[in-house]
């Protein structure tokens, strides 16, 4: 079975930065799209940012030229690294994956992390 297992999540200072790992286990072949969703308190879950298996990012406006998205196809892991964070950006931050094709097919394409709680402090 699939798991994602998030890390690198915290209490900052504004202006200061944390990175987000994610790791995708459980007899994987391969992962189209992982990507970084957040959700504060009393909002909708938004999407931050995605990358593709071939490297093509896409970043919300509100995290744009602050946060960066990256992966490593060989670990099945994605990354956030986050830069001048502001109190705007605490929230919990879930990782996503969709596009899972496992070694034994499962009918399931998509899997969430349990999300990982990001507090940024003025």
């Known amino acids: 079975q699939v798991q994602l297992v998030e890390s690198g999540g915290g209490l900052v200072r504004a202006g200061g930065s944390l990175r987000l790992s994610c790791t995708a286990s459980?007899?994987?072949?391969?992962?189209?799209?992982m990507g970084w969703f957040r959700q504060a308190p009393g909002k909708q879950r938004e999407l931050i940012a995605t990358?593709?298996?071939?490297?093509?990012?896409n970043v919300a406006d509100s995290v744009k030229g602050r946060f960066t998205i990256s992966r490593d196809n060989a670990k099945n892991t994605v990354y956030l690294q986050m830069n001048s964070l502001i109190p705007e950006d605490t929230a919990v931050y879930y990782c996503?994956?969709?596009?899972?094709?496992?070694?034994?097919?499962?009918?399931?394409?998509?899997?969430w992390g349990q999300g990982t709680q990001v507090t940024v402090s003025s």
């Open positions: 459980g007899g994987i072949f391969s992962i189209n799209v």
């Open positions: 996503s994956v969709n596009g899972v094709r496992t070694i034994t097919p499962t009918g399931v394409t998509t899997y």
């Open positions: 990358i593709t298996s071939g490297g093509s990012t």
